[in-house]
């Protein structure tokens, strides 16, 4: 590839890229509108210089528990929305405390606790899972359990979590209000809380959402960018059956993977996931993601009998430990030496 190939404003955003100066609205909308093309190629490639730049190589396999898929919100994207008519489960707290325990021996490094938005954990029953996970493991705790008031975070912080995923799913209000019933001013300031609170703090948005546009998405980065985000959850939009959104048209592909190579340029810090969104369109494209800026690939601990069930979106891909991790050495990819440990005493590797 010449650089004749490559557009003068490419050029200047590498430059800028390079010089670690912040870009602007319209050069992020600039760059999720690319195509196929040279100039494509040079933002995927720079995304992945920035990330082995700022953080190395390592892909970073954190473990997800789904806990419970009952769920007091509406947000008409989702499966497990409190209407939808679907069987539900929640792990008895002993249950959670012993599947995060033993998806800590396979040297993940987080524990990622998700769940619907589900008041059934009250604030003790849900700080004694946490505190009791976190003296077992000492590995770090991620929720991702929908909103909680400060105190109750604050609590969850002192017994053991710290890190905290809270998506804003868009920052743009009109698209927020149109898909959940819930406050959105309550939600943006409790992220802004939550990094307060000194959580790593992770934030993220849907892609294909009705109305959003390239500068929403664009938006979306510059809030996460600019009130200290340091993971950001980015997934296409999947139909699912039996809720408001049934019929609308799957996320984009293309301007998913532009948006994670954008945010890695933003937030050059970033722990970034391939989602399992993408990799239920494709798990190709998962593995893509992590050469376009992404880090972070979270695998599934959930019990089978639950995991069926979390149907967040239309036939979620079970995203599978030996599986992805094989995938990955396969690939190349540098895992951290605490997964390479626990598959050499499983002799997988
Ligand atoms: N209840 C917690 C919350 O709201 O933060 C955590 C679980 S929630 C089900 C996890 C994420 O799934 C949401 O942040 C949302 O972005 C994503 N999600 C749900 N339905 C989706 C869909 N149909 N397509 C893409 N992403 C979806």
Redesign the pocket.
């Known amino acids: 590839m010449g650089s004749d190939d490559i557009s003068q404003t490419m050029k200047v955003i590498s430059k800028k890229v390079l010089a670690e100066e912040t870009l602007s609205k319209e050069e992020i909308i600039y760059l999720l509108q690319l195509e196929e093309s040279p100039n494509r190629k040079a933002l995927f490639d720079l995304a992945n210089a920035v990330r082995c730049d700022t953080l190395g190589e390592t892909i970073f396999i954190k473990g997800v528990i789904e806990f419970s898929n009952y ?1 007091k ?1 509406e ?1 008409a ?4 929305r409190a209407s939808s008519k679907i069987r539900r489960y929640r792990m008895d707290p002993e249950e959670i405390v012993k599947v995060a325990t033993d998806s800590a021996r396979h040297g993940i490094n987080t524990i990622i606790l ?4 589900d008041p059934f954990y009250t604030t003790e029953i849900m700080s004694d899972i946490i505190k009791k996970i976190r003296e077992a493991t000492k590995k770090p705790i991620s929720l ?4 909680r008031t400060p105190e109750e975070f604050k609590l969850f912080k002192e017994v053991g979590a710290s890190k905290c ?3 804003q ?1 868009s920052v743009n209000p009109q698209i927020f209000k149109s898909v959940h019933g819930f406050d959105y001013e309550t939600r943006i300031s409790l992220l802004k809380i939550l990094v307060l609170l000194g959580y790593v703090t992770g934030g ?3 892609i294909g959402l009705p109305n959003q546009t390239l500068g929403d998405i664009a938006d979306d980065i510059i809030f996460m960018r600019d009130i200290g985000i340091k993971m950001v ?1 980015i ?6 059956k039996n ?1 408001p ?1 049934e019929n609308h048209p799957i ?1 984009s592909v293309d301007v998913t993977l532009n948006a994670y190579a954008c945010t890695r340029l933003a937030i050059p810090s970033v722990l970034l996931p391939s989602t399992t ?1 993408l990799a239920t369109i494709d798990p190709n494209l998962q593995y893509k993601g992590l050469d376009v800026g992404c880090n972070v690939i979270m695998v599934n601990f959930t019990p089978a009998e639950c995991r069926q069930i979390y149907n ?3 036939d979620k891909r079970n995203v599978e430990f030996y599986q992805t991790t094989r995938e990955l050495l396969k690939r190349k990819k540098r895992l951290s030496p605490s997964i390479l440990k626990a598959l050499e005493r499983k002799e997988v590797v």
């Open positions: 769920c919100r947000c994207y989702c499966g497990i998700q769940s619907g938005e991702s359990i929908g909103e995923l809270l998506k799913e993220g948005d849907i959850g997934g296409p939009f999947i139909p699912t809720t959104l996320g969104a967040i979106y239309d």
